[in-house]
């Protein structure tokens, strides 16, 4: 069974067609989206800034900086998107100076704990077999005077989830299997999240129960991906930032044709088609509301009239009138009142679970006893519904 991360576990749920694309064909593309090239860049700044720790050099906040926006104009290239067309990439390079600064500021002199490692990778198993490997690369592990390691990641995301979603976070408590694996005596380990751009902290453990839960659904869920053979796309905000569109039924077809000159466009056989199609439905709509109107008016003219049959050019309508027995339905309020009527009479066997066709059989026919009947009619109500028949008139009725 091949190795997994947690980052293709995500991308499965998040998409399996995606999961399949990039790990399975494993299609590789250039572009990157700026989101993920800044948070690269102050990941690798503030790797620096710890890794220089440990040879007791403590870098200022304007070398930091420094080396932020050497190390930003060193891994540009073109093929970096950014989707927020208002944004530029000086202003995202700004904002990893703001959020590098935030940092700095906060926890400098940094000594609040020792880095035991930086960008450390990872390599366990989720069982004794082996079976369940998984990879990983944990942004800092440090342990403090308490005696407690503390496994850090840096968060450059807009985003600020609650206390829930960290303590529900899968990444994070898989690398705290992975230190358990790789130190068995590590007793006390703490989860932190640092969200940079709040400047927060956000902080989670994890007992033994939910450790074992993990390793649970994280095995679960790797025998899915193991057994599927089918690996659909999976429609969502992030297909904004997906590298495949062009290989994506969803999308593949918005790429086609986006860069066609307009008559060329208009042209193109899907786009004809779906066009012709809507104008269809449109004019469709148009018709039906147009038949409902004529519809009433023939109802209305055969109450009116007291005839059933009513004469055209070449085709003849046969109106119906019909009462029909109705009890609410499964969504309807009265239901459960309905419900309790029956079950205490002891026949809900006989309608089937409340079968309320099965129901008004049994009340049309008679097959229960008048209070029982009266109880259960409490409910229902007699609907008039009308029919029209069209057919087409016979010679001598012309």
């Known amino acids: 069974m091949p190795v997994y991360s947690h980052s293709q576990l995500n991308m499965y749920e998040q998409c399996p067609l995606k999961y399949k694309l990039r790990y399975r064909d ?8 700026i989101e993920g090239f800044l948070g690269s860049r102050v990941h690798d700044t503030l790797k620096k800034c710890y890794d220089n720790l440990r040879f007791t050099k403590i870098n200022s906040l304007s070398a930091l900086l420094a080396y932020y926006n050497k190390i930003w104009q060193e891994n540009w290239h073109d093929s970096i998107f950014i989707m927020k067309q208002d944004l530029t990439p000086d202003d995202y390079r700004a904002l990893g100076e703001k959020l590098i600064k935030t940092y700095y500021e906060r926890y400098s002199p940094f000594d609040s704990d020792t880095t035991i490692g930086t960008e450390m990778g990872l390599n366990f198993a989720l069982d004794d077999e082996n079976k ?8 800092r592990l440090s342990w403090d005077k308490d005696d407690i390691y503390q496994i850090h990641d840096y968060k450059t995301s807009a ?48 007992t033994p129960e939910a450790i074992s839960k993990l390793i649970q659904n994280t095995k679960s869920l790797i025998d899915e991906i193991e057994s599927v053979r089918d690996f659909p ?15 994506c039924p969803l999308r593949k077809h918005f790429i086609k044709v986006e860069t066609m000159p307009v008559n060329e466009y208009l042209n193109e056989p899907g786009v004809a088609l779906v066009n012709k199609y809507v104008a269809l439905k449109d004019e469709a709509k148009k018709v039906d509301q147009e038949t409902e109107k004529v519809k009433a008016a023939i109802l209305d003219y055969a109450r009116r009239e007291e005839v059933e049959i009513i004469k055209g050019s070449d085709y003849k309508a046969r109106v119906r009138f019909d009462e029909k027995l109705r009890f609410p339905g499964k969504n309807d ?4 009142e309905l419900d309790e009527v029956i079950k205490q009479a002891g ?3 006989e309608v089937s679970q409340l ?17 029982l009947i009266e109880q259960a ?5 007699i609907e008039v519904t009308d029919s029209i028949h069209i057919s087409k008139l016979k010679d001598a009725e012309k």
């Open 347 to 349: 026949k809900w066997a």
């Open 355 to 371: 079968d309320t066709t099965s129901l008004a059989h049994v009340v049309e026919n008679s097959l229960w006893s008048k209070d």
């Open 132 to 139: 369940y490997r998984m990879t990983g690369y944990l942004d």
């Open 233 to 247: 796309p999976c429609e969502s905000p992030l297909c904004e930032w997906c590298e495949y569109p062009d290989l």
């Open 26 to 33: 494993r299609i590789k593309r250039d572009i990157e989206g």
């Open 377 to 381: 009619m409490k409910c229902g109500r």
């Open 333 to 336: 309020e009265e239901r459960q």
């Open 159 to 206: 985003h600020l989830p609650s206390q829930e979603d960290a303590d529900n976070d899968r990444q994070l408590g898989l690398y705290h299997i992975g230190i358990q694996k790789k130190w068995p005596d590590i007793e006390n380990i703490r989860l932190i999240w640092h969200y940079l751009a709040f400047d927060r902290e956000l902080v989670s453990y994890r």
